[in-house]
T-cell receptor, first 110, second 115 residues
Framework: DAKTTQPPSMDCAEGRAANLPCNHS???????VYWYRQIHSQGPQYIIH???NNETNEMASLIITEDRKSSTLILPHATLRDTAVYYC???????????FGAGTRLTVKP | GAGVSQSPSNKVTEKGKDVELRCDPI?????LYWYRQSLGQGLEFLIY????????KSGLPSDRFSAERTGGSVSTLTIQRTQQEDSAVYLC?????????????FGPGTRLTVL
């Protein structure tokens, strides 16, 4: 069973920020939040991860609530190439089994 | 540098035949994973290799599925007596435990179609 819940789909206008939510209410203290995305016909691509502090890299920002029960992935200026399925995963680094749920299908529209 | 590669990219086979899928991980990565993704579904973990340790086979759906990793590098996933429900994209990923967060790098996948 996936430990996360995400909306099945979202739309975003090109150039606007895309905010993708994820609920992980049963997250344990040593589990990190990871985000991956999968563009059509490609393998999943790592985006970002975090434990409890907000994180930012060249691709996205990750906002984790203080109780760690939910998080939001932010793509600050979405482009058409960001259209993909986005997966939120919680796991302990080194866990063999990274369980992907169904993810959120983000469609960026012109 | 080179990423994870998989071959073939597409495989069409007849029900009952055996198939072999190959994965070349990133050089130096000690961990290797196989996943399966059915149409419109999330990823399903199959098997995990880490160095010379015994593999974690807990995700293999039946004894028709097996995998090997030779020399700690290339891996082969074998499906015997294929069934139509085996049709899926089979993804391989590798990671280095040198990473503090154990990021997995995925290959492009092999699309298997069982007729």
């Amino acid at each position: 069973d996936a430990k996360t819940t995400q909306p099945p789909s979202m739309d975003c206008a090109e150039g606007r920020a895309a905010n993708l939510p994820c609920n992980h209410s049963t997250i344990s203290g040593n589990e990190y939040v990871y985000w991956y995305r999968q563009i059509h016909s490609q393998g999943p691509q790592y985006i970002i991860h975090g434990l409890k502090n907000n994180e930012t890299n060249e691709m996205a920002s990750l906002i984790i609530t203080e109780d760690r029960k939910s998080s939001t992935l932010i793509l600050p200026h979405a482009t058409l190439r960001d259209t993909a399925v986005y997966y939120c995963i919680v796991r302990v680094p080194g866990d063999n089994d990274m369980r992907f749920g169904a993810g959120t299908r983000l469609t960026v529209k012109p | 540098g080179a990423g994870v590669s998989q071959s073939p990219s597409n495989k069409v086979t007849e029900k009952g035949k055996d198939v072999e899928l190959r994965c070349d991980p990133i050089s130096g990565h000690t961990a290797l994973y196989w996943y399966r993704q059915s149409l419109g579904q999330g990823l399903e973990f199959l098997i995990y290799f880490q160095g010379n340790s015994a593999p974690d086979k807990s995700g293999l759906p039946s004894d028709r599925f097996s995998a090997e990793r030779t020399g700690g590098s290339v891996s082969t996933l074998t499906i015997q007596r294929t069934q139509q429900e085996d049709s899926a994209v089979y993804l391989c990923a590798s990671s280095s435990l040198a990473y503090s967060y154990n990021e997995q790098f995925f290959g492009p996948g092999t699309r298997l179609t069982v007729l």
